[in-house]
């Protein structure tokens, strides 16, 4: 009987501890949802005062899906549909259009505050230049 009882014992070895969520993911779910612009702290004109920029995120929680609002034709498509992080930053992310990149400065819960440049073409100068904003959800 004691012998049973200690070939039951020795099988039932510990549970793995969980491996803790990547800084990539971690940011990840931080930046994921809809985000809108609440104050422009860096920028010439009104052109993204009224921006919206949607998140998604993939499995992998390196990028995902991006959607842009509340900016008017003329340069709307600035953010592209995707966003990826640079490597392995996560502050540095990659969006295509004629954004190419932002970089968040802060990032919490309920605030995000970022950097990028818009270098549209020369015909379309509404937009164009670097900008900081701050952004809540």
Not at 3 to 15: K, R
Not at 59 to 64: A, D, L, N, R, Y
Request: proline share 4%; aromatic share 8%; glycine share 12%.
């Amino acid at each position: 009987m004691f012998a049973a009882v200690a070939v039951m014992t020795s099988c039932g070895g510990d549970d793995p501890e969980p491996t803790p969520p990547s800084q990539q993911e971690t940011q990840s779910k931080l930046l994921e949802g809809k985000w809108t612009a609440a104050e422009t702290i860096l920028g010439d004109d009104t052109a993204f005062d009224a921006l919206t920029l949607e998140f998604g995120t993939n499995e992998e929680f390196t990028g995902g899906s991006l959607k842009e609002g509340g900016i008017d034709a003329e340069i709307a498509g600035a953010f592209g549909s995707d966003w990826a992080f640079e490597g392995a930053s996560t502050t540095a992310l990659s969006v295509g259009g004629t954004v190419n990149a932002i970089t968040i400065n802060s990032i919490s819960a309920e605030e995000l505050t970022i950097n990028f440049t818009n270098s549209a073409s020369p015909a379309k100068v509404k937009g164009v230049g670097t900008y900081t904003l701050r952004m809540t959800k």
